[in-house]
């Protein structure tokens, strides 16, 4: 491990996170590869979680970039009545560790979002997994995989929580 590589890789989630927080949707997108997958598998059972997004169900799956930029055009026009008001959040990172598999970086990190709405607090926490491609403007998010532990979802579940 390359403690350089593994302080920017944090810095990059960092700013992922920041521009989430900040609604900065244009910046947040420009974070992900036009190809980019985005997935929340669903809980098969206690312990085991669906694998393959094509065969079986998620909570959210996105094949590319577009699934996100969707969601934000929808959050943007006022066509998403359940991101209105959009909630303050607070994502959180922490634990970040990865791998390098040639030009890929594999990257592991627990997480928590903190989000008020509607005078109501609300807490999603899991882990996540990034592979990350690096090129000359820095880390783009080529694959995330966000594993939400405390799925039982009372209100509204969105991207902008994990």
């Known amino acids: 491990m390359d403690y350089q590589t593994q302080l920017e890789i944090e810095q990059f989630l960092y700013q992922v996170s920041e521009a989430c927080d900040n609604q900065?949707?244009?910046?947040?997108?420009?974070?992900?590869?036009?190809e980019s997958i985005f997935h929340i598998p669903q809980w098969k059972s206690e312990h085991e979680y669906t694998k393959d997004p094509t065969k079986e169900m998620s909570l959210m799956y996105y094949g590319n970039r577009g699934g996100l930029e969707d969601r934000v055009f929808r959050i943007r026009t006022g066509k998403s009545a359940a991101s209105t008001p959009m909630p303050r959040t607070v994502h959180n990172i922490n634990n970040v560790r990865y791998q390098q598999e040639g030009d890929l970086?594999?990257?592991?990190?627990?997480?928590?979002?903190?989000?008020?709405?509607?005078?109501?607090?609300?807490?999603?926490?899991?882990?996540?997994?990034?592979?990350?491609?690096?090129?000359?403007?820095?880390?783009k998010i080529a694959y995330k995989q966000v594993i939400l532990l405390n799925d039982k979802i009372d209100s509204v579940l969105d991207f902008y929580h994990v």
């Open 105 to 139: 970086f594999k990257v592991n990190v627990n997480w928590s979002t903190n989000y008020y709405r509607f005078g109501q607090t609300g807490l999603f926490f899991g882990y996540a997994y990034y592979d990350l491609v690096k090129g000359d403007q820095g880390f």
């Open 24 to 34: 900065d949707w244009d910046l947040y997108l420009s974070f992900f590869t036009d």
